[in-house]
Protein backbone atom coordinates (compact mmCIF):
# COMPACT_ATOMS: atom_id res chain seq x y z
CA UNK A 1 0.00 0.00 0.00
CA UNK A 2 1.80 2.74 -1.37
CA UNK A 3 2.32 5.89 1.17
CA UNK A 4 1.19 8.63 -1.69
CA UNK A 5 -2.48 6.77 -2.40
CA UNK A 6 -5.45 8.68 -2.38
CA UNK A 7 -6.79 6.89 0.11
CA UNK A 8 -4.80 9.42 2.50
CA UNK A 9 -6.57 12.31 1.24
CA UNK A 10 -4.39 14.90 1.56
CA UNK A 11 -2.84 13.92 5.11
CA UNK A 12 0.48 11.56 3.95
CA UNK A 13 2.70 14.38 4.30
CA UNK A 14 4.54 14.41 7.99
CA UNK A 15 5.92 17.55 7.56
CA UNK A 16 2.76 19.29 7.07
CA UNK A 17 0.53 17.38 9.82
CA UNK A 18 1.35 16.46 12.97
CA UNK A 19 1.63 13.14 13.94
CA UNK A 20 -1.87 13.49 16.59
CA UNK A 21 -3.59 14.90 13.30
CA UNK A 22 -2.46 12.04 10.86
CA UNK A 23 -3.10 9.77 13.40
CA UNK A 24 -6.80 10.71 13.47
CA UNK A 25 -7.50 11.57 9.59
CA UNK A 26 -4.67 9.73 7.29
CA UNK A 27 -6.17 7.02 5.08
CA UNK A 28 -9.63 7.51 6.61
CA UNK A 29 -11.20 10.03 4.25
CA UNK A 30 -15.07 11.05 4.81
CA UNK A 31 -17.41 8.63 3.47
CA UNK A 32 -18.03 9.78 0.21
CA UNK A 33 -21.73 8.60 -0.55
CA UNK A 34 -22.75 9.50 3.21
CA UNK A 35 -20.39 11.89 4.30
CA UNK A 36 -19.72 9.87 7.55
CA UNK A 37 -16.81 10.65 9.30
CA UNK A 38 -15.73 7.11 10.07
CA UNK A 39 -14.00 4.88 7.76
CA UNK A 40 -16.92 1.86 7.23
CA UNK A 41 -16.21 -1.07 7.57
CA UNK A 42 -16.44 -2.96 4.27
CA UNK A 43 -17.80 -6.44 4.57
CA UNK A 44 -18.11 -7.82 1.54
CA UNK A 45 -15.51 -10.44 0.65
CA UNK A 46 -16.17 -10.26 -3.53
CA UNK A 47 -16.52 -6.94 -5.26
CA UNK A 48 -18.93 -6.35 -8.41
CA UNK A 49 -16.78 -6.20 -11.91
CA UNK A 50 -17.47 -3.90 -14.78
CA UNK A 51 -15.90 -6.24 -17.20
CA UNK A 52 -14.04 -9.33 -16.93
CA UNK A 53 -11.15 -9.11 -15.01
CA UNK A 54 -11.92 -4.92 -14.47
CA UNK A 55 -12.42 -4.44 -10.94
CA UNK A 56 -13.99 -1.01 -9.97
CA UNK A 57 -11.43 0.78 -7.80
CA UNK A 58 -9.18 -1.70 -8.06
CA UNK A 59 -10.90 -3.90 -5.62
CA UNK A 60 -11.85 -7.49 -6.49
CA UNK A 61 -11.73 -9.94 -3.44
CA UNK A 62 -10.99 -9.11 0.13
CA UNK A 63 -8.02 -11.13 0.73
CA UNK A 64 -6.18 -8.91 -2.01
CA UNK A 65 -7.54 -5.77 -1.44
CA UNK A 66 -10.42 -4.18 1.56
CA UNK A 67 -10.99 -0.48 1.58
CA UNK A 68 -11.44 -1.00 5.16
CA UNK A 69 -7.97 -2.56 5.57
CA UNK A 70 -6.21 -0.02 2.95
CA UNK A 71 -7.10 2.78 5.20
CA UNK A 72 -5.89 1.05 7.78
CA UNK A 73 -2.17 0.26 6.02
CA UNK A 74 -2.06 4.09 4.49
CA UNK A 75 -2.74 5.45 8.43
CA UNK A 76 0.16 3.21 9.74
CA UNK A 77 2.60 3.92 7.10
CA UNK A 78 1.92 7.34 7.04
CA UNK A 79 2.82 7.37 11.27
CA UNK A 80 5.85 5.28 10.45
CA UNK A 81 7.55 7.78 8.07
CA UNK A 82 6.97 4.74 5.33
CA UNK A 83 5.94 4.86 1.47
CA UNK A 84 4.15 1.10 1.93
CA UNK A 85 2.63 -0.63 4.95
CA UNK A 86 0.99 -4.09 5.08
CA UNK A 87 -1.64 -5.36 7.85
CA UNK A 88 -1.74 -8.87 8.83
CA UNK A 89 -3.63 -11.17 10.57
CA UNK A 90 -1.14 -11.04 13.63
CA UNK A 91 2.53 -9.90 14.52
CA UNK A 92 3.73 -13.50 13.60
CA UNK A 93 2.20 -13.66 10.35
CA UNK A 94 3.43 -10.53 9.54
CA UNK A 95 7.26 -11.88 10.71
CA UNK A 96 6.85 -14.93 8.61
CA UNK A 97 5.63 -12.93 5.38
CA UNK A 98 9.42 -10.63 6.18
CA UNK A 99 11.47 -14.43 6.57
CA UNK A 100 9.86 -15.90 3.49
CA UNK A 101 11.59 -13.14 1.30
CA UNK A 102 14.94 -14.77 2.49
CA UNK A 103 17.10 -17.33 0.53
CA UNK A 104 17.46 -20.97 1.69
CA UNK A 105 19.84 -20.99 3.98
CA UNK A 106 20.36 -17.59 4.77
CA UNK A 107 21.32 -16.62 8.38
CA UNK A 108 19.42 -14.21 10.45
CA UNK A 109 21.37 -12.23 13.68
CA UNK A 110 19.54 -11.62 16.47
CA UNK A 111 19.37 -9.95 19.84
CA UNK A 112 19.83 -12.65 23.01
CA UNK A 113 16.71 -10.73 24.26
CA UNK A 114 14.41 -11.20 21.80
CA UNK A 115 10.50 -12.09 21.87
CA UNK A 116 10.50 -16.13 22.91
CA UNK A 117 7.35 -16.31 19.71
CA UNK A 118 9.82 -14.58 16.61
CA UNK A 119 12.58 -17.23 17.95
CA UNK A 120 10.27 -20.00 17.77
CA UNK A 121 9.49 -18.91 14.05
CA UNK A 122 12.80 -18.35 13.65
CA UNK A 123 14.31 -21.87 14.38
CA UNK A 124 11.29 -24.04 14.93
CA UNK A 125 9.78 -23.60 12.26
CA UNK A 126 11.81 -21.38 9.36
CA UNK A 127 14.81 -23.39 10.93
CA UNK A 128 13.31 -26.99 10.35
CA UNK A 129 11.42 -26.03 7.05
CA UNK A 130 13.49 -24.17 5.11
CA UNK A 131 16.90 -24.09 6.61
CA UNK A 132 16.78 -20.68 8.41
CA UNK A 133 19.43 -19.99 10.85
CA UNK A 134 19.93 -17.57 13.31
CA UNK A 135 22.50 -16.69 15.87
CA UNK A 136 21.82 -14.74 19.05
CA UNK A 137 24.24 -11.47 19.61
CA UNK A 138 24.41 -8.36 22.25
CA UNK A 139 23.45 -6.32 20.14
CA UNK A 140 24.55 -3.61 22.89
CA UNK A 141 27.72 -4.52 21.51
CA UNK A 142 27.49 -3.80 17.39
CA UNK A 143 31.31 -5.14 16.85
CA UNK A 144 29.71 -8.70 17.72
CA UNK A 145 27.27 -8.59 14.74
CA UNK A 146 30.70 -8.27 12.71
CA UNK A 147 32.32 -11.19 14.28
CA UNK A 148 29.06 -13.10 13.53
CA UNK A 149 28.63 -12.13 10.30
CA UNK A 150 28.87 -15.06 7.52
CA UNK A 151 28.17 -15.03 3.34
CA UNK A 152 25.01 -16.06 4.69
CA UNK A 153 23.90 -13.75 6.95
CA UNK A 154 21.37 -11.88 5.28
CA UNK A 155 19.73 -9.94 8.17
CA UNK A 156 19.66 -8.49 11.92
CA UNK A 157 16.66 -8.62 13.60
CA UNK A 158 15.89 -6.31 17.07
CA UNK A 159 13.59 -5.29 19.52
CA UNK A 160 14.43 -2.00 20.97
CA UNK A 161 13.37 -1.63 23.98
CA UNK A 162 13.46 -5.67 23.99
CA UNK A 163 10.87 -7.51 25.09
CA UNK A 164 11.12 -8.40 28.40
CA UNK A 165 14.36 -7.48 29.74
CA UNK A 166 13.78 -3.57 28.19
CA UNK A 167 17.25 -3.76 26.57
CA UNK A 168 17.95 -0.45 24.08
CA UNK A 169 20.13 -0.51 21.00
CA UNK A 170 21.18 2.06 18.48
CA UNK A 171 19.49 1.79 15.34
CA UNK A 172 21.23 4.23 13.55
CA UNK A 173 24.50 2.53 13.89
CA UNK A 174 23.51 -1.11 13.43
CA UNK A 175 22.03 0.23 10.31
CA UNK A 176 25.22 1.49 9.14
CA UNK A 177 27.19 -1.31 10.13
CA UNK A 178 24.69 -3.71 8.49
CA UNK A 179 23.86 -2.30 5.66
CA UNK A 180 28.19 -1.90 5.09
CA UNK A 181 27.98 -5.62 5.34
CA UNK A 182 25.05 -6.19 2.30
CA UNK A 183 22.51 -7.11 4.87
CA UNK A 184 19.06 -5.69 6.11
CA UNK A 185 18.08 -4.34 8.87
CA UNK A 186 14.45 -5.11 10.80
CA UNK A 187 13.80 -3.31 13.65
CA UNK A 188 10.14 -4.63 15.75
CA UNK A 189 9.14 -1.35 16.94
CA UNK A 190 5.84 -2.99 18.99
CA UNK A 191 7.01 -1.84 22.31
CA UNK A 192 7.90 2.00 21.25
CA UNK A 193 5.36 2.40 19.07
CA UNK A 194 5.63 4.85 16.05
CA UNK A 195 4.98 7.29 18.16
CA UNK A 196 7.68 6.95 20.19
CA UNK A 197 10.43 6.17 17.44
CA UNK A 198 10.54 5.76 14.18
CA UNK A 199 12.75 3.15 13.03
CA UNK A 200 13.00 3.73 8.97
CA UNK A 201 14.28 7.65 9.80
CA UNK A 202 16.99 6.19 11.87
CA UNK A 203 18.34 3.55 9.23
CA UNK A 204 16.21 0.59 8.90
CA UNK A 205 14.76 -1.25 6.36
CA UNK A 206 11.71 -2.37 7.80
CA UNK A 207 9.98 -1.86 10.79
CA UNK A 208 7.33 -4.62 12.07
CA UNK A 209 4.67 -4.34 14.66
CA UNK A 210 1.98 -6.28 16.82
CA UNK A 211 -0.74 -4.34 15.87
CA UNK A 212 -2.33 -6.69 19.19
CA UNK A 213 -0.25 -4.41 21.34
CA UNK A 214 -0.54 -0.22 21.47
CA UNK A 215 -1.73 0.21 18.17
CA UNK A 216 -5.29 -1.62 19.23
CA UNK A 217 -4.95 -0.70 22.29
CA UNK A 218 -7.79 -1.79 23.88
CA UNK A 219 -6.73 -6.14 24.12
CA UNK A 220 -9.56 -6.72 21.67
CA UNK A 221 -7.67 -7.19 18.10
CA UNK A 222 -5.14 -9.40 17.07
CA UNK A 223 -3.48 -8.05 13.96
CA UNK A 224 0.31 -7.08 12.73
CA UNK A 225 2.08 -4.74 10.48
CA UNK A 226 5.40 -4.28 8.11
CA UNK A 227 6.33 -0.96 6.80
CA UNK A 228 9.28 -0.07 4.51
CA UNK A 229 10.17 2.67 2.20
CA UNK A 230 11.96 -0.29 -0.11
CA UNK A 231 9.97 -0.78 -3.28
CA UNK A 232 11.36 -4.22 -3.86
CA UNK A 233 10.59 -5.27 -0.53
CA UNK A 234 6.80 -3.81 -0.94
CA UNK A 235 6.24 -6.43 -4.01
CA UNK A 236 7.38 -9.05 -2.16
CA UNK A 237 5.14 -8.47 0.47
CA UNK A 238 2.19 -7.66 -0.96
CA UNK A 239 2.57 -10.98 -3.13
CA UNK A 240 2.71 -13.15 -0.10
CA UNK A 241 0.20 -11.00 2.20
CA UNK A 242 -2.50 -11.91 -1.07
CA UNK A 243 -0.92 -15.38 -1.83
CA UNK A 244 -0.57 -16.62 1.74
CA UNK A 245 -3.82 -15.25 3.00
CA UNK A 246 -2.99 -14.12 6.73
CA UNK A 247 -4.92 -11.03 6.46
CA UNK A 248 -7.13 -9.36 9.39
CA UNK A 249 -10.68 -9.15 8.99
CA UNK A 250 -12.22 -5.36 8.22
CA UNK A 251 -13.77 -5.06 12.05
CA UNK A 252 -10.18 -5.69 13.16
CA UNK A 253 -8.97 -3.21 10.74
CA UNK A 254 -11.74 -1.07 11.50
CA UNK A 255 -10.70 -1.67 15.95
CA UNK A 256 -6.65 -0.90 15.01
CA UNK A 257 -7.92 2.52 13.18
CA UNK A 258 -10.11 3.32 16.13
CA UNK A 259 -7.03 2.84 18.47
CA UNK A 260 -4.63 4.48 16.35
CA UNK A 261 -6.76 7.86 16.60
CA UNK A 262 -6.08 7.85 20.58
CA UNK A 263 -2.12 6.36 20.36
CA UNK A 264 -0.60 9.72 21.15
CA UNK A 265 -2.64 10.60 24.14
CA UNK A 266 -2.52 6.82 25.26
CA UNK A 267 0.99 6.92 25.21
CA UNK A 268 1.59 9.72 26.87
CA UNK A 269 0.01 8.22 29.77
CA UNK A 270 1.73 5.08 29.65
CA UNK A 271 4.60 6.71 30.00
CA UNK A 272 3.61 9.02 32.92
CA UNK A 273 2.39 6.25 34.53
CA UNK A 274 5.30 3.86 33.97
CA UNK A 275 8.02 6.59 35.29
CA UNK A 276 5.68 6.63 38.84
CA UNK A 277 6.17 3.15 38.80
CA UNK A 278 9.58 2.72 38.51
CA UNK A 279 9.69 4.98 41.51
CA UNK A 280 7.52 2.30 43.81
CA UNK A 281 9.90 -0.09 42.46
CA UNK A 282 12.95 1.20 43.07
CA UNK A 283 12.75 1.88 46.59
CA UNK A 284 10.89 -1.36 47.46
CA UNK A 285 13.07 -3.84 49.28
CA UNK A 286 11.50 -6.62 47.50
CA UNK A 287 12.87 -5.71 43.95
CA UNK A 288 16.35 -6.37 43.62
CA UNK A 289 16.78 -4.48 39.81
CA UNK A 290 14.56 -2.09 37.99
CA UNK A 291 14.16 -2.74 34.07
CA UNK A 292 13.71 0.67 32.49
CA UNK A 293 15.11 2.48 29.53
CA UNK A 294 14.17 5.76 31.68
CA UNK A 295 16.51 5.10 34.33
CA UNK A 296 19.49 7.21 34.26
CA UNK A 297 21.77 4.31 35.30
CA UNK A 298 19.99 1.87 32.59
CA UNK A 299 23.02 1.02 30.00
CA UNK A 300 21.00 2.33 27.01
CA UNK A 301 19.23 5.56 28.57
CA UNK A 302 21.42 7.74 26.68
CA UNK A 303 20.61 5.77 23.14
CA UNK A 304 17.14 5.69 24.33
CA UNK A 305 17.36 9.45 25.34
CA UNK A 306 18.47 10.20 21.71
CA UNK A 307 16.37 7.89 19.46
CA UNK A 308 12.94 7.71 21.36
CA UNK A 309 10.47 10.21 22.63
CA UNK A 310 9.98 8.80 25.59
CA UNK A 311 10.56 5.67 27.45
CA UNK A 312 7.41 3.34 26.81
CA UNK A 313 4.94 1.72 29.13
CA UNK A 314 6.80 -1.70 29.97
CA UNK A 315 8.47 -2.33 32.94
CA UNK A 316 10.09 -5.42 33.76
CA UNK A 317 12.13 -6.05 37.42
CA UNK A 318 13.51 -8.69 39.20
CA UNK A 319 12.05 -10.09 42.43
CA UNK A 320 13.95 -10.97 45.65
CA UNK A 321 13.14 -14.37 46.54
CA UNK A 322 13.97 -15.93 43.01
CA UNK A 323 11.08 -17.60 41.11
CA UNK A 324 8.69 -18.58 44.20
CA UNK A 325 8.70 -15.30 45.16
CA UNK A 326 7.96 -13.70 41.32
CA UNK A 327 5.06 -16.44 41.31
CA UNK A 328 3.71 -15.29 44.21
CA UNK A 329 3.50 -11.63 43.22
CA UNK A 330 1.70 -11.37 40.26
CA UNK A 331 -1.10 -13.55 41.48
CA UNK A 332 -1.18 -11.05 44.46
CA UNK A 333 -2.14 -8.26 42.62
CA UNK A 334 -5.67 -6.80 41.72
CA UNK A 335 -5.77 -4.09 39.38
CA UNK A 336 -2.93 -5.80 37.24
CA UNK A 337 -4.15 -8.71 35.66
CA UNK A 338 -1.92 -11.81 35.58
CA UNK A 339 -2.44 -12.08 31.68
CA UNK A 340 -0.02 -12.08 28.60
CA UNK A 341 0.43 -9.72 26.09
CA UNK A 342 0.66 -5.85 26.55
CA UNK A 343 0.19 -2.26 25.47
CA UNK A 344 -3.69 -1.85 26.02
CA UNK A 345 -5.32 0.49 28.91
CA UNK A 346 -5.62 -2.37 31.12
CA UNK A 347 -2.53 -3.14 33.34
CA UNK A 348 -0.98 -6.59 32.84
CA UNK A 349 1.73 -8.27 35.10
CA UNK A 350 3.14 -11.63 33.69
CA UNK A 351 6.10 -13.94 34.74
CA UNK A 352 8.01 -14.42 31.19
CA UNK A 353 10.09 -17.44 31.71
CA UNK A 354 6.94 -19.34 32.30
CA UNK A 355 4.31 -17.71 30.35
CA UNK A 356 5.47 -15.61 27.19
CA UNK A 357 9.04 -16.92 27.09
CA UNK A 358 8.95 -20.20 27.49
CA UNK A 359 9.80 -21.24 24.52
CA UNK A 360 12.96 -20.09 24.91
CA UNK A 361 13.92 -21.64 27.89
CA UNK A 362 17.45 -23.56 27.60
CA UNK A 363 18.30 -21.40 24.68
CA UNK A 364 20.97 -18.13 24.22
CA UNK A 365 17.58 -16.42 24.79
CA UNK A 366 16.68 -17.70 28.28
CA UNK A 367 15.13 -15.22 30.62
CA UNK A 368 15.74 -15.13 34.22
CA UNK A 369 13.42 -16.96 36.43
CA UNK A 370 12.70 -14.24 38.97
CA UNK A 371 11.72 -11.82 36.21
CA UNK A 372 8.47 -10.13 36.41
CA UNK A 373 7.10 -7.80 33.58
CA UNK A 374 4.49 -5.30 33.89
CA UNK A 375 2.91 -3.34 31.04
CA UNK A 376 1.70 -0.52 32.89
CA UNK A 377 -1.85 1.12 31.82
CA UNK A 378 -3.86 4.14 32.00
CA UNK A 379 -5.93 3.67 35.12
CA UNK A 380 -5.86 5.74 37.97
CA UNK A 381 -1.80 6.04 39.00
CA UNK A 382 -2.20 6.04 42.66
CA UNK A 383 -4.42 2.77 42.40
CA UNK A 384 -1.72 1.36 40.52
CA UNK A 385 1.27 2.37 42.98
CA UNK A 386 -0.73 0.82 46.06
CA UNK A 387 -2.14 -2.27 44.11
CA UNK A 388 1.81 -2.76 43.55
CA UNK A 389 2.85 -1.99 46.69
CA UNK A 390 0.67 -4.37 48.62
CA UNK A 391 1.89 -7.09 46.49
CA UNK A 392 5.63 -6.15 46.99
CA UNK A 393 4.62 -6.42 50.68
CA UNK A 394 3.42 -9.88 50.36
CA UNK A 395 7.10 -10.97 48.83
CA UNK A 396 9.13 -8.76 51.02
Given at each position: MMGGDPLLSGFEDPEEFGFETRAIRAGQPHDARTGGVVTPIAMATTFAQDAPGSPKNGYEYSRTGNPTRHAYEACVASLEGAQ????????????????????????????????????????????????????????TKPSEIEEAWTPDTKMVWLETPTNPLLSIFDIRKISEMVHQLGGLVVVDNTFATPYLQQPLALGADLVVHSATKYIGGHSDLVGGFVATNHESFAEDLVYIQNAVGAVPSPFDCYLALRGLKTLPVRMDRHCENAQRIVEVLSSHPAVEQVLYPGLKEHPGHEIAASQMRNYGGMVSFRVAGGQPAAERLVTSTKVFTLAESLGAVESLIEHPGVMTHLSVAGSALEVPDDLVRISVGIESINDLESDLIHALDQVA
Open positions: FGFAFASGLSAEDAIFRQLPHGSQILLGNDAYGGTFRLIDSVHGKKSGLANAAVDL
